[in-house]
């Protein structure tokens, strides 16, 4: 299992609704980012990970996304008080950094509908 | 930060025809530019990508162009098969990742 793993695949919640999704990226890899895609549109970026360095969380769309990664590896993307708008595939990706490292590789996403 | 841009989002193509996307970006401290192709229900994957001291790369049936003056990148795709079929996305990455909009390509046999 060397890629990327997303869960849930699919999660369907109600309008107003805490979920969190879990992202566990390829071992070593020290980069991690998160997307969002909704229906037929591109990737949104949210929030990206380097090492030990802050988090670059200027696409986070309001303060009810949040993200965290514990010990450099697993992360978790929150969304807090879930809105119909919400509803997309959020997409992960981890690499390593420098050169031929700057590869991303996604994981399959996880479908959010907020109903 | 960066800003990529990418035309066009949709391209329907005769099967053997010959497919171009375009890509431009804004900060030109920029200097790596992958390409990702997306199939239905599935993460991207990296079909080919290029560094900013190469103007041009080629793997087989698809090939990478790169202006860095004009900051423009396109992806071209020659003889295109149906299983060409997809999403594809470029991006543009100094110290993160910024994608395209997407071009939804569809090869028809």
């Known amino acids: 299992g060397a890629g990327v793993s997303q869960s849930p695949s699919n999660k369907v919640t109600e309008k107003g609704k805490d979920v969190e999704l879990r992202c566990d990226p390829i071992?070593?890899?020290?980069?991690l980012y998160w997307y969002r895609q909704s229906l037929g549109q591109g990737l949104e970026f949210l929030i990206y990970?380097?090492?030990?360095?802050?988090?670059?969380k200027s696409g986070l769309p309001s303060d009810r996304f949040s993200a965290e990664r514990t010990g450099g590896s697993v992360s978790t993307l929150t969304i807090q008080r879930t809105q119909q708008e919400d509803s997309a595939v959020y997409l992960c990706?981890?690499?390593?950094?420098?050169?031929?490292?700057?590869?991303?590789?996604f994981g399959s996403g996880t479908q959010l509908s907020v109903l | 930060g960066e800003n990529v841009e990418q035309h066009p989002s949709t391209l329907s193509v005769q099967e053997g025809d010959s497919a171009v996307i375009k890509c431009t970006y804004s900060?030109?401290?920029?200097?790596?530019f992958p390409w990702y192709k997306q199939e239905l229900g599935k993460g991207p994957q990296l079909i080919i990508d290029?560094?900013?001291?190469?103007g041009e790369k080629k793997d087989q049936r698809i090939a990478v162009t790169l202006n860095k003056t004009a900051k423009h990148f396109s992806l071209h795709i020659t003889e295109t098969q149906p299983e060409d079929s997809a999403v594809y996305f470029c991006?543009?990455?100094?110290?993160?990742?910024?994608f395209g909009a997407g071009t939804r390509l569809t090869v028809k046999p």
């Open positions: 990706a981890s690499s390593l950094r420098g050169g031929e490292k700057e590869k991303l590789f």
């Open positions: 071992s070593g890899h020290t980069a």
């Open positions: 990970f380097q090492g030990n360095s802050a988090p670059d």
């Open positions: 900060d030109s401290a920029s200097n790596y």
């Open positions: 290029i560094r900013s001291n190469v």
């Open positions: 991006a543009a990455s100094l110290n993160d990742m910024r």
